[in-house]
């Protein structure tokens, strides 16, 4: 019984606890404030294109019967090709995106989804067969 007072008194002062406590039901807390804030350097932005793995979920969940928007052909991946998928994910924040067999011949599916992700400054989310998507959260405009 002393651990179980030991309990009660270190987490809560509620009756409820107090009678969970004496039943020798254990009351654990779940949460804990964080001792040390992370704190922000000055002039360190944090880098908003990571994307959490619920994110990937819901993006993956959005897209799953959609047909890809961009396809990249035997050029491999151009300017034009960055600077539609710019424009597309300015417009809907995620794109979907095919390479064609012939622009797989000098380098592999996640090469290009990579170097795509880093000229457009967008999150891979995933990359699965010949197709990959891209996720960027909207560029707010500046207004003129």
């Given at each position: 019984?002393?651990?179980?007072?030991?309990?009660?008194?270190?987490?809560?002062?509620?009756?409820?606890?107090?009678?969970?406590?004496?039943?020798?039901?254990?009351?654990?807390?779940?949460?804990?404030?964080?001792?040390?804030?992370?704190?922000?350097?000055?002039?360190?932005?944090?880098?908003?294109?990571?994307?959490?793995?619920?994110?990937?979920?819901?993006?993956?969940?959005v897209l799953k019967d959609e047909n890809p928007?961009?396809?990249?052909?035997?050029?491999?991946?151009?300017?034009?090709?960055?600077?539609?998928?710019?424009?597309?994910?300015?417009?809907?924040?995620?794109?979907?995106?095919?390479?064609?067999?012939?622009?797989?011949?000098?380098?592999?599916?996640?090469?290009?989804?990579?170097?795509?992700?880093?000229?457009?400054?967008?999150?891979?989310?995933?990359?699965?067969?010949?197709?990959?998507?891209?996720?960027?959260?909207?560029?707010?405009?500046?207004?003129?």
């Open positions: 019984m002393q651990l179980a007072s030991r309990t009660w008194q270190q987490l809560s002062s509620s009756p409820k606890a107090k009678k969970r406590a004496s039943r020798g039901c254990y009351v654990f807390k779940l949460w804990a404030p964080n001792p040390l804030p992370i704190e922000e350097k000055e002039g360190e932005e944090r880098d908003l294109s990571k994307i959490t793995t619920r994110m990937k979920r819901h993006v993956r969940h928007t961009i396809w990249v052909g035997k050029d491999g991946f151009t300017p034009e090709v960055a600077s539609e998928i710019q424009k597309q994910l300015q417009k809907s924040k995620m794109v979907k995106v095919k390479i064609l067999k012939s622009a797989l011949q000098t380098e592999t599916a996640k090469v290009v989804a990579e170097k795509a992700a880093e000229q457009t400054d967008a999150s891979l989310v995933e990359v699965r067969g010949h197709v990959f998507i891209l996720y960027r959260r909207r560029k707010k405009q500046s207004p003129v």
